[in-house]
């Protein structure tokens, strides 16, 4: 009994190892598609940032001087990212990024949107 | 079974070492097919492993001792709730159990990472089935826990029987605390490998950067909550059956458990300087490596290391396969590290010592100092037994007196580190935010000293304590008042505040959950009461402000022990107040006794009390104890799990669109 189930699961685990050679697929995984989700991710960070920062700044933890500052150095880095991101797709879509800024500022606004309390947003 | 477990241990070594050497191959060629094959394979080794597992807890149950593992740690009369327990009672079921948890953790590993970490994951996938295939190859070559039992045969030799019982568990394992204790340990020691690969993988395949620190971040603090755990309730059961009356002896396997946790303790937080500033990222390769050599080390010193204790699979002859595995470990790790150093430099330096960041390379500094210090205590003994002939021990009053105002520094950074901001804090803003905490806890210094507490040390430890829970409740205060004004009740302002950056408010409740533990520490170790009482039937005696009288006794034959309950009526003053019973049993195949203490817990103190003797003439020994605030340990217990749930709870993610896609509105979204 127990031998029958050991040999099943020997050819269970050769089966399931040697499928993707019958099924071929295509490139290694990894390359300039996941360097870009990267990318994405990375940004999506900031924006969570900033809306941290915010909150720090109205809590009192973090002085107006020090909130510009950290948050000048955030937008800073989202464009950064976005102009890498933006470079990254030039092969594929031919055409360069337009108003950069004014992209970041609408993803910076939509973020705050997500991320602040219900009753923040609602209109008053 | 035996077959069964026997062909599935040497199936999953066969299924880890392609896993491993597949997964390299793949990436190196380009061979796509090859990479999904070995990442299959590298999942496969969880059910493999799990097979394995699941014959031997049969063989268990089914009584099957002609498999040595089970003759030597089970018997017929073995209540069957420690089928489980007895699994791992050994070094080959601990090895099995362990190699299951690794299993099943590379495999979520693996898969949660192969879109986020794509290009590194064959490395990472390699380096953890490598680890894996290691332990399957231990169980393979020197720790078969299907191996057949032998008895002696004609002319000497050893002979394949069946006996008609086995020897039995270890009465120490059987207690409710080994159900979990045990495992969470190895779990917690062997999930380490885990955000080591991430990283160590990372780095093999030239991504230098930060790619790899939320997913080591996440499986770090797994693996970190659960070893945590496991030590705190390894405290709780030497609490109750070791009969000693602590909960924590500086023993070497204690120590080996808690210096990785300390280490990834470190790690956890120097992380977010890491993801959040671009900074740290050699310190936190090095901590990652640190903590897995240590989890090795961890390994070496239980399974057959040079130190007994009553912790460890005493006696056997692994040691020196772990010890060669552990320097395998070191070679490795600090060998990736030193081959790609020089692209692991931080974005911006440190620009002022009043920020998060320098509060967080303080707090690892304190965290790696008490590493070392209880290192050194495990390692010396080892060294001068090696040196010379004669044998040193170094005792908990070391630890304690090294260690304890590291511990009491630690705390006082984890009070500041919260108020401060990343990059610079304003003395201003500190002072604001200091004032209110640091003006109550001196004056709940004041008050303790006015009340009559002697103990410097102790009226210190209180304040600083005091300190760290005001200077959260009052960032928990701001906050949740800066949000309530936007409109809405304080209470859901307050949930808010706690999802909108899960991370850091999980952190406040675990450092809650410290400062409870360590509330519970100083009233146990600073004021403590203690009596040796001998006492006959009827009589009383007397410990702290209690009396405890000896109201009966029973005694309990079994084919394996002899066991007596002894029941005790408590008394204050003239009021009973309620009846302890106190367990005492021994095992003449094992010779040796095992207890359960009599304890009567109330948020302010225990009354503790232990048989250790029970004379000829019908006199009960006791171990009585006041020991104050103890209930607070376990209290903790509960309080480190819900902080360490927010805290990896994933935030609503924010799906930002790609660069280049052409939408006029609604760029971003949250998804639950």
Known sequence: ?124 | MADLGFMAIVLGLGVALYAAAGSIAGKVYGAAELVVSARRAAYLTAPIALAGAGALIAAFATHDFSIDYVFAHSNRVMDREFIWVAFYAGNGGSLLYVTCVLAIMSAAAIHLARRRLADSLPYTTAILMAILAFFFLVMVVWANPFSHTTCPGPGGSQVACVPDDGRGINPLLTHPGMWVHPPLLMAGLAGIAVPFAYAAGALAAGRTRDEWADAARVSGIVSWAILGTGILIGAWWAYTILGWGGYWGWDPIENVALMPWLTMTAFIHSIMVQKRRGMFRMWNIVLLNIAFVLAQFGMFINRGGPVVSVHSFAGSALGQVFLGFMLLSLVFAFGVFFWRYRWLKSDRPVESFLSREVAFLLNNFLLLGITFVTLWGVVFPLITEFASDGTVTVATPYFNRVNGPLFLGLLAIMGIGPVMAWRRSSMRSLGRWLLLPVGLAVLAAAAMVVAGMREPLAVVAFSVLAFVVLVILEEWFRSTRARARAGGNWAAAWLGVIAGNRPRHGGYIVHLAIVTVAFGVVGTQFFDQRADLVLKRGESGAVGSYRLEYANLKIEERSDRTAQLAHLNVYRGNDRIGTLRAWHAFYPDFRQASVRAGIRSTPVEDLYVVPTDFLEDGRLVLRASVNPLAMWLWIAGPVFVIGTAVALWPQPALEVRPAKAQVAAGLVRGTA
């Open chain 1, 1 to 124: 009994m127990g031998l029958t189930i050991g040999v099943l699961l020997t050819l269970a685990a050769v089966t399931v190892i040697a499928w993707p050679f019958v099924r071929r697929r295509g490139a290694v995984p990894g390359g300039p598609s996941s360097r870009g989700f990267e990318l994405r991710r990375a940004r999506g960070d900031i924006y969570r940032q900033v809306r941290q920062l915010e909150v720090d700044h109205s809590a009192g933890l973090v002085g107006k001087a020090e909130f510009r500052s950290q948050m000048d150095e955030l937008r800073v880095t989202a464009a950064r990212l976005l102009r890498e991101e933006a470079a990254l797709q030039e092969g594929d879509a031919g055409q360069p990024l337009a108003d950069p800024m004014a992209r970041l500022e609408q993803e910076i606004a939509d973020a705050r949107a997500v991320l602040a309390p219900a009753q923040e947003r609602s209109p008053k």
